[in-house]
């Protein structure tokens, strides 16, 4: 394949949108680390010097991609997986320790962070074991390999202990519905989450009195028109009552305070507002500090460099994982919006891609790259902007951090790569 | 259905955020962004309040530094407490309950550890300051009081309450404000405009340089100088005239309606309130139920006015054409009123009176038989009293007279409706009432009222609204309510038989102040003796009568007229005439020459009258040594 045809291949609308986050999270890298002392944005000292490096640094194995075979993805994919896992591993023996997580490998220069290209791994794998010709995933055998494929980076991850980057891996379920997994295991699963969350706001009692109510209906409703048979549904409702029993068991001896503080300020289980107010502001510091951030943006935003409370740095980690809160202030909802418009339109544009590879390995990994990002982004702008419980992720491509922009970019570039070469497949 | 599920969610949440987002930003964004931001910490530059003069320029008020020790509990290293607490006048265990205070307040923030020290203790104190770590001295500004009168009309300031920061937003916490009288009401314009500094802070609230580099800062604007139309020598004078007496003075500029002093007695020095011991001396004034010296009488002692009250209805009969000057009414040592002839009273001596002797020799029987050919005119009673009424609300009398000045009292001038209430429609006629005639029974008037009455008359049927401000930063003050001309519904050539019988009062043998008269000075005046209830026990008791008299001078060209009321000072020659009578020589002439009526008047305390009703036992009013 030449490099002009290559060229013409490329989905360049991706390439754009992946700079464009690029480059916007890098401004706000900049301004909400920049301070009095320090002048030239190439000072790798600092974060957004550093940032700057890791991003010209990204066009290495951009260029390496398209320079390669893109059927060695697939062919390696295996290979690839193990050796992630493995150095999850080694992490224990060797790993560098920071914030209580053992989650670095120390290179000097630079701390590498092996989960963030596990995804990539993780992503190939599934994809190869998916497209494999006698895998179905109708089969529960089938159904389990491919969830243990998913299951063991968590675990070691999980293990460091990062569950907020394990839980990410959750998101590759997405390809198995995709590929033909029935939809009831994803509706078990939000009926679960969703019988967890109402007992945790309403009570045991009055969950179990909608469950009762909901199948008494369901089965009223249901018998008039057909035939059912009761056995699925009487199941269904006990284990249901089950689940919401044992919520408060699991909330009161499996979760932490910290957990437990976060769902109770998410859910607003406190009902006293003077209470409420200072859960905000001590336990919910982070979300309280962040929403108000980006309240204080308006419409319009203060300006590049003139965020106020950015510059007084009381929203933590605010160059990572809060980086949305800078763009927040600074460029006010006109800055936010394009944000969740760029976000939505990749993901968007990356499902149309994913659909029109003919190659099922190209579409599976695709599909695993878009559950990936939309996992990322859907925890962490929802967090910051407090729709949901607080998650320590980053927001893909625009928070800080090396590790986290080269993992994106694989993910993202392996599969323009696989795209790119989707009509010459059988070359 | 599996193709669009995962296009469908991520629309779904892109939706979901971007309403979120503009709940957050565009609906609940508060454009007073720059005061609530943590980020912004704005600091006040409190300019200067303004001084206040007299009316001839000299001082009353002006500031003084006071000095805060303040301490920042973070920064406090081991220090000797026994020396410092020496030095700042604290024991020990306050000492260290205000550090734990400021703890808990904020440890990275000067909270105030010892408020307004005096400047000798700060000068002992500065020259230690560098041994204590943590602590530093911050200067803030006191009123200073360049007079011991004049509390009353100067009234005082203090912090703002809760309740001015809500009503005014342009307050901040701990901000000084005027509380009462002319710094309450001139506020604004003492203030000054602060100035603001923003600065921007980091989470540890420390500060990390200007915001915007300063653009949004502003200046401080002092506040302006005012001068006010009292005139500090006789406001002096005249409280020094009411020590051990209560009531109220209040002296008029007639021609131009300038109040030149404003005097309640008992009073306070000013400098009371002000500085360390503020709170608990206002405590101690607040709380003195007895004399309350913190009620300005002057504005708010509404009493029956008495005999002054005469000559406005003397005023009436006449431009009502039911009496002339020359008429007379024959006192029977009092008159004869009603169906059974029931005799009321006259302390003149009896006779034939006219106008002119029934003024100075404030005979009750004149003005009754002035007050039934004013009813006589009219067939229906309501309508004399609608007439009657709107005579007298002509002078000021009966409403507030919309003063620069706390509002005081309405005082009552009762009319038809109010006697109906009493008495039921068209059940009474004018013998029911007839004590209002000579300023007893239902009207009332507060001393201000009187005064400006006085100044009516002065000024032959017309008056300026009474006023406390002269001149702000030297420019005359141009407000038309009170540079305007209020006419009475007196014609002016009535007023000429009523000044004559008023200067009389001072002239003629048997006047009621004809001891009282200024060598040099031709002066009206009229007495008033108030009969006064009050309930002992539950026991109606009469007391000894107020003391009340108006005056005006020179009569040519009026240049002061005032009200005196003395509580249980007897027959209005006494106390109130003798005040009166110096009152206006101090003015007119500069100063005393009558010595021994001077010295009568500064010894002679009514404190022996006044723990009467308080001392349990029966007592004798109205006795005749004094």
Known sequence: MSSKTLLKRIDWLTVIIHFALVGIGWLGIYSSTLSEESYSIFDFSTYYGKQLFFICASFVPIIFIFATEANLFERFSSLIYVTSLLLLLGLFPFGKTIAGATSWYNLGFFNLQPSELVKVATALALAKYLSDIQTDVKKRKDQLYAFLIILAPIILIVLQPDPGSGIVFFALTFVLFREGLPLYYLAIGLIILLIFVATLKYGTIWVVIGISILTALFYLTKRASFKVSTIPIILFFITSILISISVKFVFDSVFEQHHRDRFSLWLRLEKDPKKLEKIRKTIGYNTYQSEKAIESGGAFGKGFLQGTRTKGDFVPEQHSDYIFTTIGEEWGFVGTATVVLLFSILLLRLIFIAERQKNPFSRIYGYGVISIIFVHYLINIGMVIGLLPTIGIPLPLMSYGGSNLLGFTLLLFIFLKLDANRLKEWD | ?626
């Open chain 2, 1 to 626: 259905m599996k193709k669009v599920l995962l296009s469908s969610i991520v629309i779904l949440i892109g939706i979901t955020f971007i309403g979120r987002l503009s709940f957050l930003q565009v609906f609940s964004f508060s454009p007073n962004q720059i005061l609530e931001d943590p980020a912004i910490k704005t600091l006040y530059d409190f300019p200067e309040r303004g001084y206040i003069y007299d009316r001839n320029g000299e001082l009353l008020v002006a500031n003084q530094a006071a000095y805060d020790v303040m301490v920042i509990p973070r920064d406090v290293k081991p220090l000797d407490t026994l020396e410092f607490c020496n030095l700042v006048g604290l024991n020990k265990d306050k000492f260290l309950s205000n550090l734990k205070k400021a703890k808990v307040y904020s440890p990275r923030l000067p909270s105030v550890m010892v408020s307004q020290l005096s400047k000798e203790d700060y000068a002992r104190l500065q020259e230690k300051m560098r041994k204590y770590a943590g602590f530093y001295i911050q200067k803030r500004s006191l009123r200073y009081y360049d007079t011991k009168g004049a509390a009353n009309a100067l009234g005082y300031i203090s912090e703002v309450t809760p309740a001015d920061l809500r009503k005014n937003p342009y307050y901040e916490q701990g901000e000084l404000k005027g509380k009462t009288g002319v710094e309450k009401y001139y506020e604004n314009i003492l203030r000054g405009t602060k100035g603001v500094k923003y600065i921007q802070k980091d989470r540890f609230n420390r500060d990390i340089g200007p915001y915007k580099g300063g653009a949004l800062d502003t200046l401080p604007k002092p506040g302006k100088e005012i001068y006010l139309t009292i005139d500090k020598k006789l406001q002096e004078y005249g409280e020094k005239l009411m020590k051990g007496k209560r009531g109220g003075i209040v002296a008029l500029d007639p021609s131009s309606g300038e109040i030149l002093s404003l005097i309640s007695g008992p009073t306070y020095d000013p400098a009371l309130l002000v500085g360390r011991e503020r709170s608990a001396n206002y405590n101690k004034l607040y709380y003195d139920s007895i004399a309350k010296p913190t009620w300005d009488r002057s504005l708010e002692a509404q009493e029956s006015p008495g005999s002054p009250f005469k000559v406005i209805n003397a005023l009436i009969g006449l431009q009502e054409n039911v009496i002339t000057p020359k008429e007379k009414i024959r006192c029977y040592n009092g008159f004869y009123v009603g169906k059974k002839r029931t005799k009321r009273g006259c302390h003149c001596g009896g006779g034939l009176r006219d106008m002119n002797s029934g003024i100075y020799q404030s005979c009750n029987a004149y003005f009754a038989g002035t007050f039934k050919k004013i009813f006589d005119k009219y067939n229906k009673t309501d309508d004399a009293m609608d007439v009657w009424k709107k005579h007298v609300q002509s002078f000021g009398l009966g409403d507030y007279l919309g003063t620069d000045l706390p509002a005081g009292r309405r005082g009552r001038i009762p009319g038809k409706e109010y006697y109906d209430r009493i008495y039921g429609d068209n059940r009474w006629t004018w013998s029911y009432i007839v004590s209002i005639s000579f300023g007893q029974g239902e009207v009332a008037t507060t001393p201000i009222q009187l005064a400006n009455m006085t100044a009516a008359i002065a000024n032959k049927g017309f008056y300026y609204t009474p006023h406390i401000l002269k001149k702000i930063e030297g420019k005359p003050i141009t407000d038309p309510k009170y540079t305007q001309r209020k006419y009475t519904t007196i014609d002016r050539e009535n007023f000429v038989p009523i000044i004559e019988g008023m200067q009389n009062v001072y002239n003629k043998k048997g006047g009621t102040a004809h001891w009282l008269g200024v060598p040099g000075i031709n002066i009206a005046g009229k007495t008033g003796t108030v009969e006064n209830f009050t309930r002992i026990n539950g026991v109606r008791t009469q007391l000894t009568d107020h003391s009340m008299f108006i005056a005006f001078a020179p009569i040519e060209n009026p240049k002061i007229a005032l009200a005196i009321f003395i509580e249980h000072g007897y027959y209005g020659g006494r106390y109130a005439g003798h005040i009166a009578s110096l009152m206006i020589e101090k003015y007119l002439k500069g100063e005393i020459t009558r010595k021994d009526l001077e010295k009568k008047m500064l010894e002679k305390t009514l404190e022996k009258e006044y723990a009467k009703p308080y001392s349990g036992e029966p007592f004798i009013i109205n006795e005749k040594s004094w």
